[in-house]
Nanobody, 125 residues
Framework: QEQLVESGGDLVQPGGSLRLSCAASGFALDTHAVAWFRQAPGKEREFVAVLRWSGVADPARGRFFIARDNAKNTVYLQMSNLQPEDTAIYYC??????????????????????WGQGTQVTVSS
């Protein structure tokens, strides 16, 4: 059974940093594109970052960094200079690697087959 579990969400002050984890079981993340999305109350789901199976990364903002640890079968989202508008539930999602697709494809939440339950990030003083 394929499963994704996020962790690392927390309450952090503005300007702070946080690292979220997305651990997979039942499949290997290095054969999948793994993306992070977020959703704040009353707002639509928003793309945050994606790491393709090939290792190409596409973060929505320069202060987001996404990386993979194959040995741990985990993808990390490192966020810096967090602001109150970053407050949201953060979800990771995975899709079996597909060749020949560009950033626009991977930013579409509808392409992802597996989703985690989400982890809450709150940025507040």
């Amino acid at each position: 059974q394929e499963q994704l579990v996020e962790s690392g969400g927390d309450l952090v002050q503005p300007g702070g940093s946080l690292r979220l984890s997305c651990a997979a079981s039942g499949f290997a993340l290095d054969t999948h594109a793994v993306a992070w999305f977020r959703q704040a109350p009353g707002k639509e789901r928003e793309f945050v970052a994606v790491l393709r199976w090939s290792g190409v990364a596409d973060p929505a903002r320069g202060r987001f960094f996404i990386a993979r640890d194959n040995a741990k079968n985990t993808v990390y989202l490192q966020m810096s200079n967090l602001q109150p508008e970053d407050t949201a539930i953060y979800y990771c999602a995975a899709q079996k690697g597909v060749a020949g697709k560009g950033n626009t494809y991977y930013r579409d939440a509808n392409i992802y087959d597996s989703w985690g339950q989400g982890t809450q990030v709150t940025v507040s003083s």
